[in-house]
């Protein structure tokens, strides 16, 4: 954002430069995240994800629908992301804008480039019926860095939702089976490092967030595969930084998987 | 299934042959026409002008506001006319791919409109597209630091090339599995910066530097080639 439109960009900056944050992190340490499984019962899977304020909640609900006549035996996916007015002043409602637009985008990249659902297995009948998964993103509050937090949320989502009983070729709600949404076993974790001023920084605040002038999403499985990558902003990046940015997001991803044992 | 021969015979490093023009569109204030091979892209550039609604405007520094489709029929199914969701996308990533270029600080509570037209795919619509809003800004005659220069690169059954096409962005394993990584890249070739990258595929973190490192080399002679058409464009005003 400029800093005609956002008058505390150049102090943000200045005190990023000097290698401080606005609640004392380190310009690579992340906030803490918190994790709680299951927020509807309704929903086939569900998650909700906490990094620091910034909150998001997550529902996957599975649907019958004819194949892609290109691959008549692979179930198919879709990602949207609702930027709830009452997540911050910044939203309205509406159609989801190009901001809603393009983080579901990075959302559904990361998880279909990682290839961990296993779409093969969501097939019902070749050719007329596959199922459907809708992973819809709700932001409950927008502390900065919802892009993370809403492909982290989504993979915990995915990870609980299961399918749904068929009677007569038609779904049954409400009658969850047993049978878990075939996932692999590497989860791709996303993780956007911000370029404010000069440096790196990860998980920023909604104010650090606003200051920052571009960022640069990466989609990880380890040890060594990158799967999606996303440059956004105004402002541009040397190739040395998208190599050390390349190299924040494996050990993010590490820290993450080992914190929240997935 | 090792990727040993390219499917129309280039050389891993080389791109498809380039046509550049400036000037296709007489009416613009600038336009240009960029094609990688079968990839055909049109681009006009209309303004600085007074953005509209005003509550959009910026006091300090002028905006660029893109838009990209591609026809109906540059594709083999139809594509539905209208902004889409990938439209949508590619447009927004394009705008931020150019902003660096162009110094929108002369031009306060102002849009220049960048409308590209896709007329032909066979992949790597976005860089050609970006390629040729980048000549028609420079044709608009834009106070600009730098041009923009994209192609893509990217993992094809394990070898690294650049400038995919459509069966390369599809190619798979003979065990049917999809083998294929697509990097689209845009470079500020002069200051050696990036203003575009986005990633899909699988590929480890030192094949994606070689990577970045092959699309540089490539963007640098699509410079070449820019550079080139524009100062044919206006030889006749020296």
Known sequence: MDHALYPNKNRIISAIERGKRLDERGLLKGRKIEVEDVVSKKAEGSARVRIGATEVVVGVKLDLQTPYTDSPDEGTMMVSVELTPL???????????????????????GIRESEVIDFKQLCVEKG?????????IYSINDDGNLLDASALAAILALRNAVIPKIE???VVYGELTSKKLPLRK??????????????????PSIEEEKAADARLSVAITLPDNIHAMQKGGPATFTLEEIGKVVGIAFERTKEIKKDLKI | MP???????RKFDETRKIEAKVGVIEKADGSAYFAFGDTKAIAAVYGPRTLFPQHLQNPVKGRIRCNYDMMSFSVSERKRPGPGRRGQEISHVTEKALEPAVKLDNFPNCVIEVYILILQANAGTRTAGINA?????AHAGLPMIDLVSSVSVGKIGGKLCVDLIKEEEDFKEKNGEKSAT???????????????????????????????????????KIYEVQKRTLKEAFKEWK
Request: a negative charge.
């Open chain 1, 87 to 109: 997540s911050s002043p910044d939203f309205e409602p509406g159609p989801p804008d190009i901001k809603a637009i393009e983080m579901a985008r990075i959302v559904d990249r």
């Open chain 1, 128 to 136: 007329e019926k596959v199922w459907c998964v809708f992973i819809d």
């Open chain 1, 168 to 170: 007569e070729k038609k």
């Open chain 1, 186 to 203: 590497d989860l791709p974790i996303s993780t956007t490092v911000y370029k404010i001023g000069k440096e790196l920084v990860l998980d």
């Open chain 2, 3 to 9: 990727y040993t021969k390219r499917f129309d015979g």
């Open chain 2, 133 to 137: 809003a980048s000549l028609a800004l």
């Open chain 2, 182 to 220: 697509d990097i689209p890249v845009a470079f500020l070739p002069r200051l050696g910066k990036v203003s575009l990258l986005q990633l899909d595929g699988k590929i480890s973190s030192k094949e994606l530097s070689e990577a970045l490192e092959m699309a540089q080399e490539s963007c640098n």
